[in-house]
């Protein structure tokens, strides 16, 4: 299991750099995010996410292999003029969840996790989850769609819980 970076750490706001190497030990780390995220009960989780600044992120909608995927070096080469609102949540910021409005279906180029580049066009929650997970990539959650006010208070309660929960630890 991983730790989760939560809102107001600062590899969540850092620009990412691209993955060069594809070896056993990028493997397992993808297989621990797997796990992180089955175990944060989520659909997406960014490199960020686990302290890691790199150009990377999974995906798993619950259907079983056909519904896993590996983003490394993602590249959002198209979207839909359509856009669809709907209600995100992220593993970064625990208990919030907001409506956004973000393009319908997305066409996007990345590497696999053996670093065989692949495209795919998605539409529907696999469109939105690439497009979230992308987002942390460059340093971007999905409250900065918000306006100023309303996230500067998600940020400020969130830090408040986690400091609790940390005090609670120590």
């Given amino acids: 299991m991983l730790d989760i970076c939560k809102i107001g750490e600062e590899v969540l706001r850092e620009k990412t750099s691209d993955v060069k190497t594809f070896d056993s030990a990028f493997s397992t780390l993808l297989d621990a995010m797997f796990e992180t995220l ?3 009960d989520g659909v997406g989780l960014a490199a960020p996410q686990v302290g890691i ?15 896993k995927f590996v983003f490394v070096n993602p590249e959002i080469i198209e979207t839909s003029v359509e856009e669809v609102p ?10 919030i969840y907001r409506e956004i409005v973000r393009p319908e279906r997305v066409k996007v180029t990345a590497q ?18 690439i497009q979230h997970e992308n987002d942390h990539l460059n340093g ?17 309660r969130v830090m408040r819980i986690e400091r609790k929960k940390r005090k609670r630890k120590a």
């Fill in 38 to 40: 089955a175990e944060a």
């Fill in 86 to 95: 709907y209600e995100e949540g992220c593993l970064s910021i625990p208990g």
């Fill in 140 to 156: 971007k959650l999905f409250v900065d769609y918000l306006p100023e006010e309303e996230r500067a208070k998600i940020e400020r």
């Fill in 112 to 129: 696999d996790a053996r670093g065989k580049r692949f495209t795919i066009s998605a539409f529907g929650l696999l469109a939105r989850v």
């Fill in 53 to 67: 600044p790199q150009r990377f992120f999974i995906v798993d909608l619950r259907k079983g292999d056909e519904g």
